[in-house]
């Protein structure tokens, strides 16, 4: 079963950026999907972005459209999660986590999860 640890949260005001990384060990990367989730205090785990197993077709939820970029680098184990003009509402622990399927898919596909990275965003 692949291992996934995150890394990269921290502290940043409201417009800065911050990069995710996932690494993944344990076996082969490449044959599943990748998502990013983010669940805020007093509320329920969102999906917040997908990438398919080739890195070839992505999703974003709505609210992270167009300041959010997810990507991977299969030959480094890595699944990436660009924030930019980070606000309030974004604050939230981040995790990654691996589909059972290659392409994208809906939540309950996501079977084996990292432990999450806090982000927290001032105003």
């Known amino acids: 079963q692949v291992q996934l640890v995150e890394s990269g949260g921290g502290l940043v005001q409201a417009g800065g950026s911050l990069r995710l990384s996932c690494a993944a060990s344990g076996r082969t990367f490449s044959n599943y999907a990748m998502g990013w989730f983010r669940q805020a205090p007093g509320k329920e785990r969102e999906l917040v972005g997908q990438i398919t197993w080739s890195g070839g077709s992505t999703y974003y939820a709505e609210s992270v459209k167009g300041r959010f970029t997810i990507s991977r680098d299969n030959a480094r184990n890595t699944v990436y999660l660009q924030m930019n003009s980070l606000k309030p509402e974004d604050t939230a622990v981040y995790y990654c986590?691996?589909?059972?399927?290659?392409?994208?898919?809906?939540?309950?596909?996501?079977?084996?999860w990292g432990q999450g990275t806090q982000v927290t965003v001032s105003s």
């Open positions: 986590a691996a589909a059972r399927t290659a392409y994208i898919t809906v939540v309950a596909q996501y079977i084996n």
